[in-house]
């Protein structure tokens, strides 16, 4: 038996079914990555970061803000593509991962 193709392995491990909601899933994501790019330039504007100003400030502010912008990002091109459910779930995956909530399954 052959390997499955690297879209055969990303729909059973995400457990999606068909071919149209894996590639909403992968266009969101580019949405997302795209989204990202002018909303960097809209936030470091409007902290009055400048193309002067030292990277090392640059790279501070980059960390807090523009990653919680790609998840925004996600979760807004995911459900405009019908895709809210996964990426709602793939963030709690994340943020679980990142120790910021709780799983279900953890016993106090």
């Known amino acids: ?3 499955p193709s690297w ?5 059973m ?5 068909s071919n149209w909601d894996f590639w909403m899933i992968m266009l969101t994501f580019s949405l997302a990555g795209m989204f990202i790019m002018f909303a960097r330039k809209i ?5 009055g970061i400048k193309a002067t100003t030292p990277l090392w400030i640059k790279i501070l502010l980059y960390i807090p803000i523009i ?6 990002g996600l979760l807004f091109f995911g459900t405009i593509l019908g895709q809210f459910a996964f990426f709602w779930e793939w963030e709690k995956k994340v943020l679980r991962r ?3 909530i ?3 399954n953890v016993k106090h």
């Open 98 to 100: 990142l120790r910021l």
């Open 102 to 104: 709780r799983s279900k």
């Open 13 to 17: 491990k995400w457990n999606i079914q």
């Open 1 to 3: 038996m052959s390997q």
């Open 43 to 47: 936030i470091f504007h409007l902290v």
């Open 7 to 11: 879209v055969t392995r990303l729909k």
């Open 67 to 72: 990653p919680p912008s790609y998840y925004v």
